[in-house]
C-alpha cells in the first residue's frame, strides 16, 4: 500500500524566510503528486500537482515542489513566506497503477508564520 | 458554479443516534470520495465512488455506509454514532488533476 510521510509537524518562521517541507512516499510505481493547503477554517485547495515532465513544478502563491523520483521525495518549497501563508499543508500521492483513484494524504505539517 | 456543497457544516449527535451526511458537485465528475480529518492524521479515506452505481471501501469504512444516489450526489451515513466517529468530513470530488474538497462537516459525537 502507498504512504506518504510529512517529517515536519509543526514550523515556526519569520516573515521573509525560506521555507521547506518534506514529502516522501513509498510506493515505487507511476505516481500523481499534490500538495494541498488548508487555511484555518477552510478546506483543502490544490497548491500544485505533478504528473509528468518537468520534475520542478511551480503553483500558486509562489510556491514549487522538486519530484526527486529517485528520493521518492516531493519537496514543497518558497523563497520567502508571508504571514498569509500560515495554514496547514498536506502531501497526497495517487497511484493509477494500482487501480486506486483517491489521494493518500500525510499526516499534515503546520505552519506558523510571525510578522 | 458552486463546486462541491455539504450540508450540514456543524452537528452534534448523541451516542447511538444515525444521521447523513449529504454531499453533491455540479461539476459532472465520474469520482467521488468521503474523508475524515483528524489532528496529526490528515485525511483519511472511508469511501470512495468511481462512477455512478458503484461505491469501494477507502482506509476506514467501519461504523459508516454510503450512497451514489446519482452522478451529482454521494451521501455517507452513520447508523449509531460512536464518539470515535467525532471528526471534520470531506467530500471530494474529480479524479485526475487533483481533487475539489467541500468545506467539510464538523461532526461531535457526545
Known amino acids: 500500500a502507498q504512504s506518504v510521510s510529512q517529517h515536519n509537524h509543526h514550523v515556526i518562521l519569520s516573515e521573509a524566510a525560506s521555507l521547506e517541507l518534506g514529502c516522501n512516499y513509498s510506493?515505487?510505481?507511476?505516481?500523481?503528486l499534490f500538495w494541498y493547503v488548508q487555511y484555518p477554517g477552510q478546506h483543502l485547495q490544490l497548491l500544485l500537482k505533478?504528473?509528468?515532465?518537468?520534475?520542478l513544478v511551480k503553483g500558486i502563491k509562489g510556491f514549487e515542489a522538486e519530484f526527486i523520483k529517485s528520493k521518492f521525495s516531493f519537496n514543497l518549497r518558497k523563497p520567502s513566506v508571508q504571514w498569509s501563508d500560515t495554514a496547514e499543508y498536506f502531501c497526497?500521492?495517487?497511484?493509477?497503477?494500482?487501480?486506486?483513484?483517491?489521494?493518500?494524504f500525510g499526516s499534515g505539517t503546520r505552519l506558523q508564520v510571525q510578522p | 458554479n458552486a463546486g462541491v456543497t455539504q450540508t450540514p457544516k456543524f452537528q452534534v449527535l448523541k451516542t447511538g443516534q444515525s444521521m447523513t451526511l449529504q454531499c453533491a458537485q455540479d461539476?459532472?465528475?465520474?469520482?467521488m470520495y468521503w474523508y475524515r480529518q483528524d489532528p496529526g492524521m490528515g485525511l483519511r479515506l472511508i469511501y470512495y465512488?468511481?462512477?455512478?452505481?458503484?461505491?469501494d471501501k477507502g482506509e476506514v469504512p467501519n461504523g459508516y455506509n454510503v450512497s451514489r444516489l446519482n452522478k451529482r450526489e454521494f451521501s455517507l451515513r452513520l447508523e449509531s454514532a460512536a464518539p470515535s466517529q467525532t471528526s471534520v468530513y470531506f467530500c471530494?470530488?474529480?479524479?485526475?488533476?487533483?481533487?475539489?474538497f467541500g468545506d467539510g462537516t464538523r461532526l461531535s459525537i457526545l
Open positions: 465512488s468511481a462512477s455512478e452505481g458503484t461505491t
Open positions: 497526497a500521492v495517487n497511484s493509477w497503477d494500482t487501480g486506486r483513484r483517491a489521494l493518500t
Open positions: 510506493y515505487g510505481g507511476t505516481v500523481n
Open positions: 461539476m459532472n465528475h465520474n469520482s
Open positions: 471530494a470530488s474529480r479524479e485526475t488533476g487533483g481533487q475539489d
Open positions: 505533478y504528473f509528468s515532465g518537468d520534475p
